[in-house]
């Protein structure tokens, strides 16, 4: 049998730590993982939500052109100067008769 050999208090100490760190290395990377699930759901919560707002955005949107045009007739809105140029009559009549 061979013979055995202790090591020394430095060598025990190194070896010690050096579990240590490991040890505190994973702990971290699992706190970290947690972390980052947390965030997650709670980054996929408000997109739910923006996604929802730009939707009911859409639909009233689409509900104030509805208006305008029931208001105003066919026509082409500029945002940049805030104007509506109607169709001309002239243009439906002429569309209407090429059917």
């Known amino acids: 049998m061979a013979k055995q050999i202790?090591?020394?208090e430095e060598e025990v100490g190194k070896i010690n730590q050096l579990r240590q760190d490991v040890s505190n290395v994973f702990t971290q990377l699992g706190q970290l993982t947690v972390e980052r699930e947390k965030r997650n759901e709670e980054?996929?919560?408000i997109k739910k939500q923006l996604i929802e707002t730009h939707k009911n955005l859409q639909s009233e949107e689409k509900k104030i052109f509805e208006g305008l045009n029931e208001k105003y007739g066919d026509?082409?809105?500029?945002?940049?100067?805030?104007?509506?140029?109607?169709?001309?009559k002239t243009e439906e009549i002429v569309t209407k008769t090429k059917k």
């Not at 026509?75 to 001309?88: A, R």
């Open 75 to 88: 026509g082409n809105y500029d945002p940049t100067t805030n104007t509506f140029t109607p169709l001309e």
């Open 6 to 8: 202790k090591f020394t």
């Open 43 to 45: 980054l996929d919560v």
